[in-house]
């Protein structure tokens, strides 16, 4: 379900209105858009927390093959947990970090059974220019408790502004986070001030909240945004382009060549 893009900036990117089949329609270009985003650079552009395993490398140095943007744990090849606190995260800065970095007079990496799953890595995996900034705030908390089946979301206001301004706060196509669960809006009501969300994504799990929980927004890199809006902004025109003699130009595989000259510096090179 993850977009780069949410359905009401496609639909001003478009010049169009409100449309139940016509935006069904529009979030299957920022679906398809954002995957093949996603193929085409070898990354991913949305938080995802799960545990990785990885094979021993070197006492000091573990290579990741993923971007990660936060370590959360780190046990070692003998199964005991590293702090990560004795972890430095390479290369320095806000991220996404590619290597971990001890000092193997005070803490080895070591072997371990399965010798290709030896370390696991637990952290937020994802591709982000700018994530200490990433997470916004909505302006908003929940107005109701809610428990781990709620996909019904009740807030103080739909259409009002967020935290930098924008408005409607709420948008089809939003990553959301409440406390540490991630949640996707799938619907809006501003009538009754409602979302629908599907909730526990992301490799979060669902759980109760309080009244007055504050629900933050995820912003993707702004020209990672730029680009799903404009790939997916001509898929759903090209939807309707007579077919014939096989043009490439209008059904090309992939990112076409003015659009992945644009992705190409986001592209992962990094041989792992």
Do not use: K
Not at 12 to 23: I, N
Not at 50 to 75: E, N, S, V
Not at 149 to 163: E, F, H, I, R, Y
Not at 236 to 263: C, E, S
């Amino acid at each position: 379900m993850i977009v780069y893009a949410t359905l009401n900036q496609l639909r001003d990117r478009l010049g169009l209105a409100v449309d139940s089949e016509r935006d069904a329609r529009l979030l299957g270009a920022l679906r398809q858009a954002t995957a093949q985003i996603d193929r085409y650079t070898a990354r991913r552009f949305a938080p995802v927390i799960q545990t990785r395993r990885y094979p021993w490398q070197a006492a000091g140095c573990l290579r990741l093959d993923i971007d990660l943007l936060a370590l959360l744990g780190l046990t070692n090849g003998d199964g005991r947990a590293i702090d990560p606190a004795d972890v430095a995260l390479a290369p320095t800065g806000d991220g996404p970090y590619s290597a971990l970095l001890v000092d193997p007079q005070t803490v080895a990496f070591v072997n371990g059974y399965p010798l290709d799953q030896a370390i696991a890595v637990q952290g937020v995996w994802g591709w982000h220019d700018a994530w200490a900034e990433a997470w916004r705030s909505s302006g908003d908390t929940l107005q109701a408790a809610i428990d781990a089946d709620d996909a019904l979301l009740s807030v103080a206001d739909v259409t009002g502004a967020d935290g930098l301004g924008l408005t409607p706060r709420f948008q089809v196509g939003q990553l959301i986070r409440i406390g540490e669960e991630y949640a996707h809006v799938v619907g809006v009501d501003p009538d009754e001030d409602t979302l629908s969300v599907i909730r526990g994504v992301r490799g979060t799990a669902a759980g109760s909240h309080a009244p007055g929980t504050a629900i933050e927004i995820y912003t993707p890199p702004e020209d990672v945004q730029a680009l799903c809006l404009r790939w997916a902004a001509w898929l759903y025109q090209q939807a309707d382009a007579a077919i014939g003699a096989g043009a490439d130009w209008l059904y090309p595989p992939d990112l076409p060549a003015d659009l992945q000259r644009i992705a190409a510096p986001l592209r992962c090179l990094r041989v792992a």
